[in-house]
Each structure stands twice: as structure tokens, then as C-alpha cells.
């Protein structure tokens, strides 16, 4: 039986984590992937896990960058032709665990989180969609954050980022639609992964994080962002657009 993305050419830009998930889901639901992050060794080391040979290629990606934005989606097309799909998953997180708020947020971070997760996302749109247009049509989904809507008295880089990239998914949803683009973004809440069992978290975050939710039994995982992820990317969500789907348990209540 063909998988959801059976030969779509999707390229997933931001590894780790999450990124490992979409990765081994859209390969299992059949796509045709590129895969690219900073980390040259994460890279080379999904594309060896996932072991789908003439099927998958991974390369290093800056995603803040337009030449190296520029040239991954070049592979893709070079390679199978086409280009159906791009998740874009990377992002900045410098001012996550820093104490101050506004007032004391150096502007070099700042700067450096919305260099990332603003821009960098902007530089992906710019890129993928003529290439999506020239092969009849395709989907952009962003890997955006619970951050987006809920207010915090830290991090406010990467919230204002985040809601960025909601406002750029529905400009791409309205603008290009009409020529076959989709466009949609996932918030996550925390998905446990293996970076945190790698470096524990800050105390009282993760019990906050659990308090918050609606579903107590576990966090979210990879999977549950990627199964999603996967759906939008496919024919079976081709009439979504312009939405952003929360994957957090209950964490955000919202129209």
C-alpha cells in the first residue's frame, strides 16, 4: 500500500529532535527526501538510520543563508526533478534560558534569533516556491511553537520570531495559493526528545510544562508532530491551508 507521500520530493531543512522524526516518517510514508542542517555528522547520520538508497541525500544547511537555501533546493530538483514539498524545521533558541525579559535582552541575541527564525524562514519561502510553482503545485509547512501565542516573562526573541513565522505562513498561503501553493504551520508544545535526556532541562520546567497540559500522561513525541506533518504534506491535506495546528496537549486554547 503507497504511503502518504509516495515519490514527493519533500526537503526537510532543520534536523535534531523533531527534525529526525519528520525525516524517518516521510521516508516511511514513501517521499523522496533531501535532508539539511548545520551539523554535517547529524546529517550523514539520519541519511545512514533511514538507509533508503537512490532515495534520500542529506547535505549541510544553513538555513539563514540564502546561497545554502539556494543550492539544497537546486539538489532537489537536479536529483528527482521536481520539488513537492518542504518542511522547515530549524531554529534559534539563544535567549531560551536567559533571566531577563525586554528590558534586559541583549540585541545581539536578538538579532541572532530573528537573523534564524525570521529571516532564515523567509529565505525558504523564497526559494522553495518558485521551484514548487514550476512543478505544479506543493506544500510549505513550519515547525512553529506554542511560544507564538502564550506570553512569558523571558524569551521574547524567540516568541516574536515564532509569531513571525505565522505571519509569513499565511502570507504565502494568501499570495500564492492560487498558483497550486499551500502553506501551514505546527506549534508544538514540549516534545521530549532525545536532546533533553541528553542535557536535563532547567528545574521546574518540565512539571510546569506537565501542569499545563491537558493530557498528563506523557509529552509529545517526534512522532506526533511528524504524523501531522506528513498529512499536510500529502494530496489527502490538500485542502488545508493557512492554518496553524497546535500539537501540545491541550497546552493552548484558542479559535
Known amino acids: 500500500m503507497a504511503g502518504l507521500l509516495e515519490n514527493k520530493v519533500v526537503i526537510v531543512a532543520g534536523l535534531g529532535g523533531i527534525g529526525n522524526g519528520l525525516a524517518r516518517r516521510f521516508a516511511d510514508e514513501g517521499a523522496l ?74 540585541l545581539e541575541v536578538f538579532d541572532d534569533v530573528m537573523r534564524v527564525n525570521a529571516r532564515g524562514f523567509v529565505i525558504c519561502a523564497k526559494h522553495t516556491i518558485p521551484a514548487m510553482i514550476d512543478s505544479g503545485g506543493g ?44 502553506a501551514n504551520a505546527i506549534a508544538p508544545g514540549l516534545i521530549w526528545h532525545y536532546k533533553f535526556d541528553e542535557q536535563p532541562m532547567p528545574d521546574g520546567v518540565v512539571d510546569q510544562a506537565r501542569a499545563r497540559q491537558m493530557i498528563k500522561s506523557r509529552f509529545g513525541a517526534p512522532d506526533d508532530v511528524a504524523a501531522l506533518a506528513a498529512l499536510l504534506l500529502s494530496d489527502d491535506g490538500s485542502f488545508i491551508t493557512a492554518q496553524t495546528i497546535s500539537v501540545d496537549g491541550g497546552l493552548t486554547f484558542r479559535p
Open 33 to 106: 527526501l533531501i535532508l539539511g542542517d548545520l551539523d554535517a555528522d547529524l546529517v550523514s547520520g539520519v541519511v545512514a538510520d533511514i538507509d533508503r538508497p537512490g532515495r534520500i541525500r542529506g547535505v549541510p544547511l544553513d538555513g539563514a543563508d540564502e546561497d545554502s537555501v539556494a543550492a539544497i533546493v537546486k539538489l532537489a530538483v537536479d536529483t528527482f526533478g521536481r520539488l513537492d514539498g518542504m518542511h522547515v524545521n530549524f531554529a534559534n533558541t539563544a535567549d531560551a534560558y536567559l533571566p531577563g525579559g525586554v528590558v534586559e535582552l541583549p
Open 139 to 182: 506544500s510549505i509547512v513550519f515547525t512553529a511553537s506554542a511560544d507564538a501565542y502564550n506570553a512569558a516573562s523571558t524569551r521574547v526573541s524567540y516568541q516574536m520570531s515564532k509569531a513571525a513565522e505565522l505571519a509569513l505562513m499565511r502570507h504565502i498561503a494568501r499570495r500564492y495559493g492560487p498558483k497550486g501553493i499551500r
